[in-house]
């Protein structure tokens, strides 16, 4: 992606919320990429118990858990309403406030590794969905 067209899509995602209702504009939907990261603590949620259903290409939800007691900036990563464990702390701050400020996130599984390495089992990739106009 150019710089125009990163710069198009920024100022969409941006200032396409708040035009006024009614006013219709044509939308092509597009990811940007905003990080790769493993699932924290995936051992101690319900990881193990749905290790054999997921699939590489999954859609993850984010959500955000602001009263968490260890990281105020804590994302949860959910699979089909099972809690797999957390963003890392030290790489959950981009995805927490655009999250916080209602920005669309996508997180799709990228790899999964066996089940001897409960540390490094589930990577997934978080994507900014922006629409523009063509």
Same mark, same amino acid.
Request: proline share 5%; hydrophobic share 40%; aromatic share 12%.
């Given at each position: 992606?150019?710089?125009?067209?990163?710069? %198009?899509?920024?100022?969409?995602?941006?200032? /396409?919320?708040?035009?006024?209702?009614?006013?219709?504009?044509?939308?092509?939907? !597009?990811? +940007?990429? /905003?990080?790769?990261?493993?699932?924290?603590?995936?051992? $101690?949620?319900?990881?193990?118990? +749905?290790? $054999? *259903?997921?699939?590489?290409?999954?859609?993850?939800?984010?959500?955000?858990?602001?009263?968490?007691? !260890?990281?105020?900036?804590?994302?949860?990563?959910?699979?089909?309403? !099972?809690?797999?464990?957390?963003?890392?702390? $030290?790489?959950?701050?981009?995805?927490?406030?655009?999250?916080?400020?209602?920005?669309?996130?996508?997180?799709?599984? *990228?790899?999964?590794?066996?089940?001897?390495?409960?540390?490094?089992?589930?990577?997934?990739?978080?994507?900014?969905?922006?629409?523009? *106009? %063509?």
């Amino acid at each position: 992606m150019d710089r125009r067209s990163f710069l %198009k899509s920024m100022f969409a995602a941006v200032f /396409l919320p708040f035009l006024p209702k009614g006013l219709s504009v044509e939308k092509e939907q !597009h990811e +940007v990429w /905003l990080q790769s990261s493993l699932v924290a603590g995936f051992k $101690y949620y319900d990881g193990e118990k +749905v290790w $054999y *259903s997921l699939k590489v290409g999954e859609l993850l939800a984010l959500s955000r858990e602001p009263n968490n007691p !260890h990281d105020n900036q804590a994302v949860e990563v959910l699979w089909r309403g !099972h809690k797999l464990g957390y963003i890392p702390r $030290y790489e959950n701050s981009t995805a927490a406030n655009l999250l916080q400020n209602n920005a669309p996130l996508l997180a799709r599984i *990228s790899n999964l590794d066996e089940p001897r390495n409960f540390w490094k089992q589930v990577e997934l990739d978080i994507f900014l969905l922006v629409d523009s *106009s %063509k």
